[in-house]
């Protein structure tokens, strides 16, 4: 079974590859007018941006096969124990049982000296 998607999610992932995808082209149009070392380090982050980019939005569009979550990675935005360290676990799911409590020997009695 797997979580929801969440469009929005997907939505700001695509903005932000939007983002890289437009800085790396400025960087590839600078690198191709330079020459050297500026030009093959313009290729090289131009084609880091590009990767970049498609992480982003791989891992937003593969989220719901991962329970949720990007790439499976237990990332802190989407751990609610992250965002509220002192909530109490949530109860297991409809229909499998509850964590047994660990049975503890009764304490011995009090010596009386």
Known sequence: MTAPMHMHFVLHAVGI???????AY??????QRSM??????????????IIL???????AVTAPMFGGK?????LPMHDPHWTQPGAPEAPPPA???????????????????
């Not at 590859?17 to 800085?23: E, K, N, P, S």
């Not at 229909?95 to 000296?113: H, I, V």
Request: hydrophobic share 50%.
């Open 26 to 31: 400025f960087i590839f149009v600078a690198g």
């Open 36 to 49: 050297g070392f500026v030009s093959a380090f313009g290729s090289l982050l131009g084609t880091w941006l």
């Open 17 to 23: 590859a939007t983002v890289l995808l437009i800085v």
């Open 70 to 74: 990007p790439f499976g990675l237990d």
């Open 95 to 113: 229909g499998e049982p509850a964590p047994a409590q660990p049975e503890t020997p009764p304490a011995p009695p009090p010596s009386g000296q």
């Open 53 to 59: 980019a498609i992480a982003i939005v791989t891992g």
